[in-house]
C-alpha cells in the first residue's frame, strides 16, 4: 500500500463545475496536509495546507481532512480551464522533517 | 524579489559525468530539500538539510551528493554512479518555524545521453 495515494486521472470536469480531488493515507500519525498545483513543465505550487479536521477555505478552493477515516479532499468550485493542471496531496508526520507526496491527480476543465 | 531559484533550467550531459544543479534561496529558510520527478512518479526525496553543514539522505540518495555550506544555497551533485540520471530535479526550501509547508524553485530539467 502507498503511504500517499491519489487517482491519477485525468478527472474531467466542465467549466463552472466543482472539481473534487481525493487522497487517502495510511501513516495514522499525519498531521499536516498539503496540496500543490503542478501545471506541465513547472514546478509544484502550494495551494492550501489543513492540519484539522474539517473543513479549510480559501477563495474558491476547500480542503476537507477526516482523520478518523484518513483521507483528505480538495474541492475546486466554479472550476475554470486555467485550473487544469495536476494535483498533489502531500502528507506529513509531526516532528518529521520529511513530507510524503502522492503521485497526483490530472485535472482537465473542458470549456 | 524573494525565492528559490535553480539553474540552469535544463542541463545536457553526456553519461559518465558528474553535473552539478544549483538551488539558492532568499527566503531565509532554515531546511531546503530535493527532490527528483520521474512521469507519473510524483516527488522522491533525495537529500534534505535542516542547517548549515549538516544533510540527510533521503530515499533515494545513492548516485547524489550535496553541500550545505551556507544557509541561502543547497547544491546537488548527479554523479555517475546514478544510473538513471534524466528526469526533473526540484529543490525546496521551508522555515523551520511552521508546518512543514514547503515552497519550491522552478526545477531543472536534466537529460543524460
Known amino acids: 500500500q502507498k503511504e500517499v495515494e491519489q487517482n491519477s486521472g485525468p478527472l474531467s470536469v466542465p467549466e463552472g463545475a466543482i472539481a473534487s480531488l481525493n487522497c487517502t493515507y495510511s501513516?495514522?500519525?499525519?498531521?499536516?496536509f498539503f496540496w500543490y498545483r503542478q501545471y506541465s513543465g513547472k514546478s509544484p505550487e502550494l495551494i492550501m495546507f489543513?492540519?484539522?479536521?474539517g473543513d479549510k477555505e480559501d477563495g474558491r478552493f476547500t480542503a476537507q481532512l477526516n482523520k478518523a477515516s484518513q483521507y483528505v479532499s480538495l474541492l475546486i468550485r466554479d472550476s475554470q480551464p486555467s485550473d487544469s493542471a495536476t494535483y498533489l496531496c502531500?502528507?506529513?508526520?509531526?516532528?518529521?522533517?520529511?513530507?510524503?507526496f502522492g503521485t497526483g491527480t490530472k485535472l482537465q476543465v473542458i470549456p | 524579489d524573494g525565492g528559490i531559484t535553480q539553474s540552469p533550467k535544463y542541463l545536457f550531459r553526456k553519461e559518465g559525468q558528474n553535473v552539478t544543479l544549483s538551488c539558492e534561496q532568499n527566503?531565509?529558510?532554515?531546511?531546503m530539500y530535493w527532490y527528483r520527478q520521474d512521469p507519473g512518479q510524483g516527488l522522491r526525496l533525495i537529500y534534505y538539510?535542516?542547517?548549515?553543514?549538516?544533510?540527510q539522505k533521503g530515499d533515494i540518495a545513492e548516485g547524489y551528493s550535496v553541500s550545505r555550506e551556507k544557509k541561502e544555497s543547497f547544491p546537488l551533485t548527479v554523479t555517475s554512479a546514478q544510473k538513471n540520471p534524466t528526469a526533473f530535479y526540484l529543490c525546496?526550501?521551508?522555515?523551520?518555524?511552521?508546518?512543514?509547508?514547503?515552497?519550491f524553485g522552478p526545477g531543472t530539467r536534466l537529460t543524460v545521453t
Open positions: 501513516d495514522r500519525g499525519s498531521q499536516s
Open positions: 502531500a502528507v506529513n508526520r509531526e516532528g518529521y522533517q520529511k513530507v510524503t
Open positions: 525546496a526550501s521551508r522555515p523551520l518555524a511552521g508546518n512543514n509547508e514547503q515552497y
Open positions: 538539510s535542516q542547517i548549515v553543514n549538516d544533510f
Open positions: 489543513i492540519y484539522s479536521n
Open positions: 527566503l531565509n529558510h532554515d531546511a
